[in-house]
């Protein structure tokens, strides 16, 4: 079924103990496309400066991802800037421009309103919830991501917004500072009063929780040996659990289970090289493969 996502496409200078790199694709957006249509087509909607050339492009190009949505903007591309302490768990911002991504106004192509999954990425809740009231008719599954920014700053555009939302994606300190509640599932029950029936949340190199209204599901990280770039696990994360959802078709425990298997699957294959290059060559063979690993990792008999 149709896939939807709303974000960032951006630039990036990242500095981790591994290494370095001053300028390479990023962005949420790119991330979540590029981790989802590894399963299923994807369509874009963001924006770019004229600093985003065919280079960039072709990453895109060639995969199951339609670009019709991505608007181009006379200025520079949002650029951001981060380094990662030795536990990689921690970073520090250095610089976010937003440039283009200001007077960023998502608007949908006609041809992508009746997407059936949508992904609303990190933006302003109010852009969030314009991209909702565009669609055609309600999406079968929409899911949202946020920041503490958008948490502390602008809360009753983000209530608003999340009213519509099926699944929240957001990380443990960002679910504490939502709802007040330091015990995640205490804090899951304030989220579902919000709107949201189903919250997974991020853990890092911890893996990620999925608190349903019915059922909790629990995935790992992949322990690898070296992470050389943490940046954008996340929404990789994200984009390989709503790309295997919407590959499916549909919502129910054993498909939300191996959606977020696949999420953790992608995420760890991102973090093995910096930006999206090892995200952008990963194989069918090789996702299917570490899935496999996943079983192995996770079985125990009672
Ligand atoms: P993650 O590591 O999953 O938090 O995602 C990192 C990506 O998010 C980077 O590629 C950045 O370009 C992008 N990013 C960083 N800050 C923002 C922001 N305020 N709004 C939108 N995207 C952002």
Redesign the pocket.
Same mark, same amino acid.
């Given at each position: 079924m149709s896939l939807l996502v709303v974000?960032?496409v951006?630039f990036?200078a990242i500095e981790t103990p591994l290494g370095k790199v001053d300028r390479t694709l990023?962005?949420?957006a790119?991330?979540f496309a590029l981790a989802a249509s590894h399963f299923t087509p994807v369509r874009i909607v963001a924006v770019v400066g004229e600093d985003f050339t065919k280079k960039e492009e072709g990453v895109f190009r060639g995969r199951k991802i339609n670009l019709d949505g991505l608007e181009r903007a006379s200025g520079k591309s949002?650029f951001?800037s981060g380094r990662y302490s030795t536990n990689m768990n921690e970073r520090t *911002?250095l610089a976010?421009e937003l440039n283009v991504f200001a007077n960023f106004r998502p608007t949908l192509p006609v041809s992508y309103r009746d997407s059936r999954f949508v992904f609303l990425?990190?933006?302003d809740p109010t852009l969030q919830r314009s991209v909702l009231r565009q669609m055609k008719s309600k999406p079968k599954v929409a899911a949202l991501d946020t920041?503490n920014?958008w948490i502390s700053g602008t809360p009753e555009a983000l209530r608003q917004a999340l009213k519509d939302i099926h699944v929240l994606m957001i990380n443990d300190d960002e679910t504490r500072q939502l709802t007040g509640e330091h015990n995640l599932l205490r804090a899951a029950k304030a989220v579902f009063k919000m709107g949201p029936r189903t919250l997974v949340i991020k853990r890092g190199e911890h893996g990620a929780l999925m608190i349903h209204e019915k059922f909790i599901f629990s995935v790992p990280a992949f322990p690898l040996e070296e992470v050389h770039d943490? *940046?954008?696990?996340?929404?990789s994360f994200a984009g390989g659990f709503m790309g295997y959802l919407a590959s499916v078709g549909r919502i129910d425990e054993p498909t939300l289970r191996s959606a977020m298997v696949y999420g953790s699957v992608v995420g760890s294959f991102t973090v093995e090289r910096f930006g999206v290059e090892r995200l952008a060559n990963v194989t069918r063979r090789e996702l299917a493969a570490r899935a496999r690993r996943f079983s192995k990792l996770t079985a125990f008999r009672l």
């Open positions: 974000g960032s951006a990036d990023g962005g949420a790119s991330y949002f951001w *911002t976010t990425g990190n933006i920041m920014y943490p *940046t954008g696990a996340g929404d």
